[in-house]
């Protein structure tokens, strides 16, 4: 597997990254809301030198915005340097991956997270699963116009990634019925330009900002509450996918 790790920042240093940030849009949380006050979340990243560059950009744009809305700011390290590396909880991978079932017509994966590796958390999320996406929404003649094929692959990834880290941030692998955590996304909607969908739910949300509204709140507190979207639900809801694995459905 061939792989290199990169330091992403996201500020427009060339035309390409000034077009994709100004496309996807930054959103800040606003100057009184309980989540003003930012908590960083440093991850390691690697990143397969098998991705498209716009597509790299763009992935960790936009696990940067989804993440920023919610008052966590990403900060991507590179792995192997101790002055990045030492304090980070979650690494993420994002690699070809193939899928032994990649001709299936039913839901296939796109990322996991594997709570518990050592020396920290890992997400994967996969490229080739991801260019499954974006190939569904072609067929759909979902992309007939817009943007191009690399940078919706870096939708698709960026939004697989803030899933996972989703996971990681909350200590659950229960999933929502709507918005990012959903267990399971229709290739057309993963590939949508703006991704108002991909929000983190109410529920997450408010649990989520109480706790960074305190001063003292950290990553790791955060995660020391561990929530659920299965307390105080029963019959088939709370017997839904408990697994910390995103999925991908054919365009329909």
């Given at each position: ?6 330091r992403f920042r996201t500020a427009a240093t060339t035309t390409a990254v000034a077009v994709v940030l100004l496309t996807i849009g930054l959103e ?225």
């Amino acid at each position: 597997m061939s792989a290199t790790s990169v330091r992403f920042r996201t500020a427009a240093t060339t035309t390409a990254v000034a077009v994709v940030l100004l496309t996807i849009g930054l959103e800040r949380p606003t100057a009184g809301s309980p989540s003003a006050r930012a908590v960083p979340l440093n991850v390691l990243l690697t990143v397969s030198t098998n991705l498209p560059s716009v597509a790299r950009t763009v992935l960790a744009a936009e696990a940067e915005r989804i993440w920023r809305s919610e008052g966590v700011d990403i900060e991507w390290s590179v792995p192997g340097l101790a002055s990045d590396s030492s304090d980070a909880p979650l690494r993420v991978m994002v690699v070809s991956r193939p899928n032994p079932n990649v001709r299936s017509t039913t839901r296939w994966p796109v990322a996991e997270l594997i709570p518990e590796a050592s020396p920290r958390a890992l997400a994967i999320a996969s490229i080739t699963g991801a260019e499954r996406v974006v190939a569904e929404a072609a067929r759909s003649a979902a992309l007939a116009s817009g943007a191009p094929a690399d940078y919706r692959l870096g939708l698709v990834l960026g939004r697989a990634v803030a899933h996972e880290i989703g996971h990681f941030l909350l200590a659950t692998a229960t999933h929502a019925q709507s918005g990012l955590m959903r267990a399971s996304v229709d290739a057309r909607e993963f590939t949508t330009v703006g991704g108002e969908t991909f929000r983190l739910d109410r529920e997450a949300s408010q649990w989520l900002r109480q706790r960074l509204s305190a001063s003292s709140a950290t990553v790791t507190t955060l995660r020391a509450g561990g929530f659920s979207y299965t307390r105080g639900v029963s019959g088939e809801e709370a017997a839904g996918p408990r697994e910390a694995l995103l999925q991908a459905d054919p365009a329909r």
